[in-house]
């Protein structure tokens, strides 16, 4: 039947369930079509419903799109079965959530049922209760603009002219809210303020909000700000709580009895009655960019939700994608910039420590007795900072980007490094754990004694990681209070709230972490932040290393001086010249976009063009590649002129998770002509009858 993934797919969306014969229900397959089933006499079920239908021999739950006279041409009426069961007496998700799941499907290239299923609510239970009227609830409103500095002003004036215009449209998708507001503000700047001065703007018309943060770890602290401010009307919705609590917080949005929603990407999917602003923090943050089917990107949903609802939206960041900022320049959205910090404090002093330089310092220094392997993790600078604030009594972040004791095992007589049994990467030594660990697929290995290659027995820990840097911090500042926060530490929600409590109460002295700590955090007595192997991901063959590098740096560097002190950041770097560096320690976003579009231009990424990969991937080595070869083929016979295809090539990890991936790269200066080409292709694989998890595909990827 039609192609069910396309807007117009979606049927028509009314009340009429009760004259109609016949229903297109999406269903938890992979595939990308509605399908057709008849309404008994006896049942009622509109768009945006829940029904239970049979599929072959079993039951599927799935969502009606459509109801209709009869059935579409191509199936014949008396081959149409008929559902078993309705599950909701009132629509669930409504037109414009059904639009959204429809386009999502279309752009990402993905099976509809895939994206039906996140709209859904968490588990199978029903919903039985139509929302109530939303009418402007009691709260405690916060003063708006009278606390807030010139530069928040500023922002709050566009962010109300934005809301003013979606209640004088009348809301909807056909209202007449202006352009995304890109809110671009330093670090300190304030944002929070003016997002909850935005918050309360809307609910004052009657709107309902919804807010998508990058981390879990954010929410807490977010979530004790906005209940303060607004309260009984906040939820929260992340993977993080219980299957039970997500639904009890999905049901008060549903009824209209919780009117602010925060949470991290899937929140997006969120149902939200009279939404009217929806605001995306930290916009920039790789986090938003799901890595399953679906493979979307929550950010760009989220723009793509408030056209569909009429809704104002705002997308704050200190260091903005290339992408935002590129439409800001263009005109497509409205630039809105915070330049100074609240009271206007200083932004922290950045100084670069090149560890070549320092290496080279400390060898001259020791002559010939100093051994070439010698790792130097702390600079004589960033040493003598730390011990300045212990004496003061003053509080410091640690950032690694790397997380275990040592991220290489390697035999220094053959030269062996030791991999994972089911990736192409090596393993990471974890000290207190005492097990080798892949970071990608979670495979761990006791530690050999002898080399697995040549049975020397001279394996050597080679670099570091955050439990490292622990380690060493220690043993030259026994007396700080150090606490560590990474994924290994962090394995739940409830210590990583701890760890971060203690710290903004002074109970601890030393944060060391990877990029968890990098972001969202405002500790008053931080005033010193350092930053080893800073540049890293320079390193890293993807042509966003140096905007990632860029953001992080610059992230951190903001954690510093938020209160009356004070900040200094100490960035140690082995490409002090590079430009990503420099700019992050001018803090000069503009003069790093400028070098970095120049590049992207040049080389035909993003946002100067529109970018796909797709992969081939089987367990068996022969067959993967004997599909790439005949998608290859059939990619050069059907390429487009607009599209250039780069392929089949080993994937940039050739074999992870136990599975061999070879991969294509689409460049296009067509977004249409790009989506015809992936449509083609993944039709020319089910017509192959390639095993259903061979072919990944993924729009606008955030990594190769």
Request: proline share 6%; glycine share 8%.
């Amino acid at each position: 039947m039609r192609d069910a993934g396309s807007p117009e797919a979606a049927g028509p969306y009314n009340n009429r369930a009760q004259i109609m014969a016949f229903a297109d229900v999406v269903l938890p397959v992979p595939l990308d079509q509605a399908f057709s089933y008849r309404i008994p006499a006896n049942m009622a079920a509109a768009p945006g419903t829940r029904v239970v239908a049979p599929w072959g021999t079993r039951r599927l739950t799935g969502v009606v799109t459509g109801v209709r006279d009869v059935p579409p041409p191509e199936v014949k009426t008396g081959q149409v079965r008929e559902l078993i069961e309705v599950l909701d007496a009132a629509p669930l998700l409504d037109e414009a959530m059904l639009k959204l799941v429809a386009w999502a499907a279309t752009y990402y290239q993905a099976p509809i049922g895939d994206v039906m299923r996140c709209a859904l609510p968490p588990g199978k239970g029903r919903e039985p209760k139509r929302p109530r009227a939303l009418t402007p609830p009691a709260w405690r409103a916060r003063p708006r603009i009278e606390n807030l500095n010139s530069s928040q002003t500023r922002a709050m004036a566009a962010i109300e002219a934005s809301l003013h215009a979606g209640v004088q449209g009348g809301g909807g998708a056909a209202g007449a809210v202006k352009r995304p507001l890109l809110l671009h503000g330093v670090t300190g700047s304030g944002k929070t303020a003016v997002y909850l001065a935005a918050i309360d703007a809307a609910l004052e018309r009657g709107h309902s909000v919804l807010m998508l943060v990058p981390e879990i770890g954010l929410t807490p602290a977010l979530f004790a700000d906005f209940e303060d401010a607004f309260p009984a009307l906040v939820a929260v919705l992340h993977s993080g709580l219980s299957e039970g609590e997500r639904a009890q917080h999905w049901r008060r949005l549903h009824r209209g009895e919780a009117r602010v929603a925060i949470g991290t990407r899937s929140a997006v999917f969120a149902t939200v009655p009279q939404l009217g602003l929806i605001i995306v923090d930290e916009e920039h943050d790789a986090s938003f960019k799901q890595q399953e089917s679906p493979r979307y990107h929550g950010r760009d949903l989220a723009v793509m939700r408030a056209a569909l609802s009429g809704a104002t939206i705002v997308l704050g960041s200190a260091t903005p994608s290339l992408e935002s900022y590129a439409h800001a320049r263009s005109g497509k959205y409205l630039l809105v910039e915070m330049n100074e910090r609240v009271e206007r404090r200083p932004l922290p002093t950045i100084a670069v420590v090149d560890m070549g330089a320092e290496f080279r310092s400390l060898a001259k220094e020791a002559g010939k007795k100093i051994d070439k392997n010698v790792e130097i993790n702390f600079s004589a600078r960033l040493r003598t900072a730390l011990e300045d604030r212990m004496a003061r009594r003053q509080q410091a972040i640690l950032l690694i980007n790397r997380r275990g004791f040592a991220p290489v095992v390697l035999c220094r007589s053959c030269g062996a490094t030791v991999m994972c049994r089911d990736c192409a990467l090596a393993m990471s030594y974890h000290k207190k754990m005492g097990k080798l660990v892949c970071h990608l697929c979670g495979y761990q290995a006791d530690v050999p004694t002898l080399c697995p290659a040549c049975a020397s027995e001279h394996v050597y820990f080679l670099g570091a990681g955050s439990e490292k840097i622990e380690e060493e911090l220690t043993a030259f500042l026994p007396g700080a209070r150090i606490a560590r926060l990474d994924r290994d530490t962090a394995r739940t929600r409830k210590h990583f709230e701890q760890v971060l409590e203690r710290f903004r109460a002074g109970e601890i002295d030393i944060l060391v972490g990877t990029q968890m700590i990098a972001k969202g955090h405002d500790v008053a007595g931080v005033t010193l932040v350092g930053v080893v192997q800073a540049d890293l991901g320079l390193t890293f063959p993807d042509f966003r290393a140096a905007e990632r590098t860029f953001q992080l740096l610059t992230q951190v560097a903001g954690r510093a001086g938020r209160g009356t002190e004070p900040g200094e950041v100490i960035v140690q770097v082995m490409h002090p010249e590079h430009y990503a560096v420099e700019a992050a320690a001018r803090s000069d976003f503009a003069g790093f976009y400028e070098k970095e579009i120049n590049f992207r231009r040049w080389m035909h990424y993003p946002p100067c063009a529109a970018l796909a990969s797709a992969q081939v991937r089987h367990k068996a080595m022969e067959q993967a590649l004997r599909m790439a070869q005949q998608a290859g083929a059939f990619l050069r016979e059907h390429a487009t002129p607009g599209t250039k295809v780069l392929g089949p090539s080993p994937a940039l990890l050739a074999r992870a998770k136990n599975e061999y991936r070879f991969q294509f790269l689409f460049k296009s200066a067509s977004r249409r002509e790009l989506a015809g080409v992936l449509r083609a292709l993944r039709a020319y694989v089910r017509e192959q009858k390639f095993p259903p998890t061979a072919l990944v595909v993924d729009v606008d990827p955030l990594n190769l």
